[in-house]
Nanobody, 123 residues
Framework: EVQLVESGGGLVQAGESLRLSCATSGFTLDDYAIGWFRQAPGKEREGVSCISSRDRRTYYADSVKGRFTISSDNAKNTVYLQMDSLKPEDTAVYYC????????????????WGKGTRVTVSS
């Protein structure tokens, strides 16, 4: 079965950093794009970043450009999201998800989802 498991969330102060991990299994990471989404209380889930190993493409939402960096370790079937200079607006549950085609970064296109890891950034 396909599984995605996020980890690395926590409580930090504004300006600090966290690194999230998305451990995948049940499929070949090389053949999928992996996206990071987040959902704040009362808000819609939004795309944050994405990486496609096959196409060698990355995507970042404007709100996180210059602060977040996505990377992959295909040997470990794991995708990372390095989050620097965190802001209170980054507070959300962060999910990783798999898209069989490319970084389309729409919730409706992602085939598989993890259960999320919570990130809280205090001011």
């Amino acid at each position: 079965e396909v599984q995605l498991v996020e980890s690395g969330g926590g409580l930090v102060q504004a300006g600090e950093s966290l690194r999230l991990s998305c451990a995948t299994s049940g499929f070949t990471l090389d053949d999928y794009a992996i996206g990071w989404f987040r959902q704040a209380p009362g808000k819609e889930r939004e795309g944050v970043s994405c990486i496609s190993s096959r196409d060698r493409r990355t995507y970042y939402a404007d709100s996180v450009k210059g602060r977040f960096t996505i990377s992959s370790d295909n040997a470990k079937n794991t995708v990372y999201l390095q989050m620097d200079s965190l802001k209170p607006e980054d507070t959300a549950v962060y999910y990783c998800a798999a898209d069989q085609f490319r970084c389309r970064m729409s919730t409706s296109y992602m085939q598989y989802w993890g259960k999320g890891t919570r990130v809280t950034v205090s001011s």
